[in-house]
């Protein structure tokens, strides 16, 4: 009997089954479980297959289901923040409650060996939904192993050392390093009077930024740990410093969610292009190229002018244009001589100035209007607005 079903995943499911061959489908879906339980290639294949049997669909089918729900084209374009961020902070030298608070901070369990007795954690997390940050101060010598998450942790270390096994044996870092952790089958590793800076981000998100999902051809896999040179090492530092300061929005998470979504988009995509990974090397293929025609851009425009309220990615335009990310930048470039983001802006802009015309300036300001419609930084929406606008936008707001 034929699947009913009309949720979004379901027919993003079936687009995917139209433009992509089922070997591709079933290499991607691979890849994505990889991800998710640190399984080996053959392992994840057999899990899909299990899988697929136990509910009576295909393989390809089912491959496609999978895709669809890790990547949420649909379903997460419109994600929504539903508070300010959690702010979490314990002082404690009780290692059940120190242990209990990084296995709530990181989701998922952790084994930690016992500290001396008497000595002292510091623990801060935030939880912004999307994404989270926490600072960590552990005493004394530490082990710990946590199980599988579908995420991954880009660590800092500001004192101490931390020790990672590798294939090739166990490496040390040292203050100033940074690494990202995971997603593995099981990781184990060693702290000395450490204090880290983490940042965590679940691989839907990454796969969404990369446009991994119809954009490339191979699954999205990190390849090393270490950022891929020491200007990407402090590429990370900077972003994160900006985030920190983003986090003390008043509007973050409140009024305005794409500024929630768009800074999670910002730590994804320096997370893709300072560690080595799988589809930030990928190369073109043919179909990019045959794909980018002015049709592209009309869907894509189309798409957009939809969903500029929501929140969306190159991947979510690409997606609905029915084409991969770089097909719809070629396209993009060469009709419009613009990006399809740098057009997402424009129309995110021509909105709020039709905010700032409406809005009372007894009660609206220029920077809870900016935030609404996702921009960071009121200087640089200043800046884009009055180059567009020839005015700044507090002119716009009280005339």
């Known amino acids: 009997m034929a699947e009913q079903d009309t949720s979004p995943a379901y027919s993003h499911a079936q687009r995917l089954r139209h433009q992509l061959p089922d070997t591709t489908v079933v290499e991607r879906a691979t890849g994505v479980v990889m991800h998710q339980t640190g399984a080996t290639a053959d392992a994840a294949r057999a899990q899909l297959a299990r899988d697929a049997a136990r509910t009576g669909r295909t393989l390809p089918r ?3 289901r999978v895709l669809a729900e890790v990547t949420g084209t649909s379903a997460r374009a419109g994600t929504a923040v539903t508070g300010p961020p959690i702010r979490h902070h314990l002082v404690t030298s009780d290692p059940e409650h120190a242990l209990h608070e990084l296995t709530a901070a990181y989701r998922t369990p952790i084994r930690m060996t016992a500290p001396e007795p008497g000595t002292v954690f510091h623990l801060e997390h935030t939880d912004a939904h999307l994404f989270q940050v926490g600072e960590n101060r552990l005493p004394g010598k530490l082990s710990f192993t946590s199980a599988p998450a579908p995420q991954v942790v880009v660590t800092r270390l500001i004192a101490g050392t931390m020790d990672l096994p590798t294939p090739a044996g166990e490496e ?29 981000l679940p691989l839907p998100l990454l796969h969404k930024v990369a446009g991994q999902l119809p954009g490339q051809n191979h699954p999205l896999r990190f390849t090393h740990p270490r950022p891929a040179s020491q200007a990407l090492a402090e590429h990370w530092r900077a972003t994160r410093v900006y985030v920190n300061s983003l986090l003390d929005h008043p509007d973050l998470g409140t009024a305005a969610p794409l500024l929630v979504a768009n800074t999670a988009h910002l730590l994804a995509a320096t997370v893709l292009a300072v560690f080595p990974n ?17 049709g592209t851009v009309r869907r894509a425009a ?33 009709h419009l001589d613009t990006t399809p983001l740098a057009y997402l802006r424009d129309v995110r802009l021509r909105r709020a100035h039709r905010d700032l ?28 607005y009055e180059r567009l606008y020839r005015c700044p936008p507090s002119t716009t707001l009280h005339a």
């Open 172 to 200: 040390r870092h040292a203050v100033g390093d940074i690494t990202l952790i995971g997603p593995a089958a099981t990781v184990h590793l060693t702290t000395t009077d450490a204090h880290t800076r983490t940042t965590t």
């Open 302 to 334: 189309a798409f957009i002018n939809d969903h500029a309220h929501r929140d969306i990615t190159l991947a979510d335009i690409a997606a609905g244009a029915y084409v991969t990310p770089r097909a719809l930048q070629y396209a993009f470039r060469n």
């Open 278 to 294: 799988t589809v930030t090397a990928a190369p073109d293929t043919p179909v990019d190229h045959t794909d980018a025609s002015p």
């Open 62 to 64: 089912h491959c496609a």
């Open 357 to 384: 015309i409406d809005a009372d300036p007894a009660i609206e300001t220029v920077t809870r209007i900016a935030a609404r419609w996702g921009f960071l930084h009121p200087t640089r929406f200043a800046d884009h």
